[in-house]
């Protein structure tokens, strides 16, 4: 006869074995000693007899217990062992509970280190990583929702920090696609949530493009009474317009000296592919002076402190203060939009050879072959112009003193 709950619940233990009672179709509530009361399924599969445990009463209820067995017996009926089935189910689980978004972005991290991504950027993927995991960390990624993302990226943007909020949507997605990628996840949840943050506000960072305003600021960095190593990595942005990282993280491996050219590997590069830079007249002697001042170190422009490890990324910028320069009028960044400015107002270089010198990405077939031309003639040449563009300009006007100094024009340029 089936079972009723309130036998199961008057049930007493009366005896020092266990006692199995049949509630049909296999289904059975064993009364042990000590008093547990414990569901079973008894079945037979491949031609044995097995068990199947379900769980305890009252945890688990006459209702329950009985849904279980049904289901047991579909599975059996579709050629399935349940107590297989059961196994494969409880390791999924544990495999899910594994797969939470720390570990998937851990992965994701050790990927990219893998495959020799610039330490900075590494440095940023792990700052992002850590803002997502109060939120995303202990979740199974399989589990979170694009409402959940959103609304730890809405606690980022809440802070007034839209843009990084920007940058952790994309590599919360770039996480999930590494997850859907090896079987973990089977979507990215961000791809819904294209539009639902508020937009950045573009900053601009200032750069001086007028001559007259730029002589006077070479002049400045002539004078700079600072430290050496300082004055030539200003002079060296000026002549070359790296970007400040590039020329931060610059070695002695990096340039030779009798071909005239500074190679900067793709794994130092924002873009990822390898530049040169040709190196005019100017340039090769302001690389001796920092040469003969660095003696042994490995970097052009050691930082200050031990001689060894890298430049603080803010030096360049407090130089320019210190000589007058406030940031709303011109940045460690501003050489590259000045020179950009310059060149491509003199009318006299292509566009595309000045984009290519920028090491821009390309929007065309003729912006990648300017890329692949490495040593153009034409870029060769444009970087002495650029050079004795800027002696022309040191010695055009008189030097007016920093208090008189009227700010110049300003030309503003989005930041990367």
């Not at 050691?302 to 709303?328: D, H, I, Q, V, W």
Request: hydrophobic residues 40%; positive net charge.
């Amino acid at each position: 006869m089936p079972l009723t709950d309130r036998q199961i619940q008057a049930l007493r233990p009366i005896s020092a074995k266990t006692l199995k009672l049949s509630d049909g179709g296999g289904l059975q509530l064993w009364l042990t000693p000590s008093g547990g009361k414990l569901w079973n399924l008894a079945y037979r599969f491949d031609g044995k007899q097995r068990k199947l445990a379900i769980g305890p009463y009252p945890m688990i209820t006459l209702k329950d217990a009985r849904s279980r067995r049904d289901e047991a017996k579909r599975q059996l009926t579709d050629g399935f062992d349940p107590s297989q089935q059961k196994r494969l189910a409880k390791l999924a689980q544990a495999t899910e509970q594994a797969n939470t978004f720390e570990a998937l972005a851990a992965e994701f991290v050790d990927k990219k280190r893998g495959e020799a991504k610039a330490a900075a950027t590494i440095s940023k993927l792990e700052w992002l990583v850590r803002l997502a995991k109060p939120a995303l960390g202990p979740r199974p990624i399989t589990e979170i929702t694009a409402p959940e993302v959103l609304k730890a990226l809405k606690g980022v943007g809440a802070r007034d920090r839209r843009e990084t909020a920007k940058r952790l949507r994309a590599v919360v997605g770039a996480i999930f696609r590494y997850a859907v990628a090896t079987g973990r996840a089977s979507s990215d949840p961000t791809a819904a949530l294209k539009g639902a943050l508020m937009a950045p506000v573009v900053r601009h960072r200032a750069a001086i493009v007028d001559p007259a305003g730029i002589g006077g600021l070479l002049r400045a960095i002539d004078g700079h009474n600072g430290t050496p190593e300082v004055r030539y990595g200003l002079q060296l942005l000026a002549l070359t317009f790296v970007r400040p990282g590039e020329l931060r993280g610059a070695t002695w491996a990096e340039v030779d000296f009798d071909a005239a050219v500074w190679t900067i590997p793709a794994m130092r590069m924002k873009m990822r592919r390898q530049h040169r830079v040709p190196l005019a007249r100017q340039t090769l002697i302001v690389l001796h002076n920092a040469h003969a001042l660095s003696g042994e170190a490995e970097l052009i422009i050691p930082g200050m402190r031990g001689r060894g490890g890298l430049l603080s990324e803010n030096t360049f910028n407090a130089a320019l203060r210190r000589l007058g320069y406030p940031k709303e009028e011109m940045t460690a960044h501003g050489f590259r939009a000045a020179a950009s400015s310059i060149l491509d107002e003199s009318g006299l270089w292509n566009p595309d050879a000045i984009e290519a010198r920028l090491a821009h990405v390309e929007g065309n077939a003729v912006r990648r072959a300017y890329a692949r031309a490495q040593f153009c003639d034409e870029r060769v040449k444009m970087m002495q112009w650029w050079a004795d563009r800027f002696d022309d300009m040191k010695r055009g006007g008189e030097a007016i003193p920093l208090a008189a100094r009227r700010r110049p024009r300003c030309h503003t340029e989005t930041q990367p």
